[in-house]
């Protein structure tokens, strides 16, 4: 099963616009990661945001999260045509509320389109 | 430094034949993760080890689906017999430490016929 659910589905956007993607998780965590996936590179890794931090900044990339509301937000400033790919959270969930044994999980992804 | 490495890239088979899929993850890296993605969809963990040891294989088919990390480093992923359902791409990933940054490789994509 997905622990991540990502909003919305499919975005497009034009070249210079900001990006916005958001994550919903159902279980506790510890931290929470965003990736990117295009053809070229494959999935790679974006960002890492722990449990006790609210905000975080990578270049033109911004995460929040929000644990109380389980959730979790990508923005992407001043967007690209080399931004287009597809976004996943990814959580570290307890199988079968097994807090000692946390699994890399992944959403259903946001596919991103910068129109040039 | 070298990357995670995935054999083969492609692999056409039949229905009913089985097939492995290898993969030698960062030199270090003590998790080891196997990903099955569909066309569109998230990736979905099949099996995660911590050294050679499974952390959580609870969305593998056992029927059909097993995995082993020799020494706690190379691991294969193997479908016995597989199912014209199987057909995607199957990632590995590593990471130094439990659940931090995870490293992809190119994976590899499986089309059952």
């Known amino acids: 099963s997905q622990q991540g659910e990502e909003d919305p589905q499919a975005l497009s956007i034009q070249e210079g616009e900001n990006a916005t993607m958001n994550c919903s998780y159902k279980?506790?965590?510890?931290?929470l990661q965003w990736y990117r996936q295009n053809s070229g590179r494959g999935l790679v890794h974006l960002i890492l945001i722990r449990s006790n931090e609210r905000e975080k900044h990578s270049g033109r990339l911004r995460v929040t999260l929000d644990t109380s509301k389980k959730s979790s937000s990508l923005l992407i400033t001043a967007s690209r045509a080399a931004d287009t790919a597809s976004y996943f959270c990814?959580?570290?969930?307890?199988?079968?509320?097994?807090?000692?044994?946390?699994?890399?999980?992944f959403g259903s992804g946001t596919r991103l389109q910068v129109q040039p | 430094e070298a990357g995670v490495a995935q054999s083969p890239r492609y692999k056409i088979i039949e229905k009913r034949q089985s097939v492995a899929f290898w993969c030698n993850p960062i030199?270090?890296?003590?998790?080891l993760y196997w990903y099955q993605q569909i066309l569109g969809q998230g990736p979905k963990l099949l099996i995660q080890?911590?050294?050679?040891?499974?952390?959580?294989d609870s969305q593998l088919p056992k029927d059909r689906f097993s995995a082993e990390r020799l020494k706690g480093v190379d691991s294969t992923l193997k479908i016995q017999p597989a199912k014209l359902e199987d057909s995607a791409v199957y990632l590995c990933?590593?990471?130094?430490?439990?659940?931090?940054?995870?490293?992809f490789g190119q994976g590899t994509r499986l089309t059952v016929v």
């Open positions: 279980t506790s965590i510890n931290n």
């Open positions: 990933a590593s990471s130094l430490v439990r659940l931090s940054e995870a490293f």
């Open positions: 080890f911590q050294n050679n040891g499974v952390v959580d």
């Open positions: 990814a959580t570290d969930r307890s199988p079968l509320m097994d807090t000692g044994r946390r699994a890399l999980t």
């Open positions: 030199s270090g890296h003590a998790t």
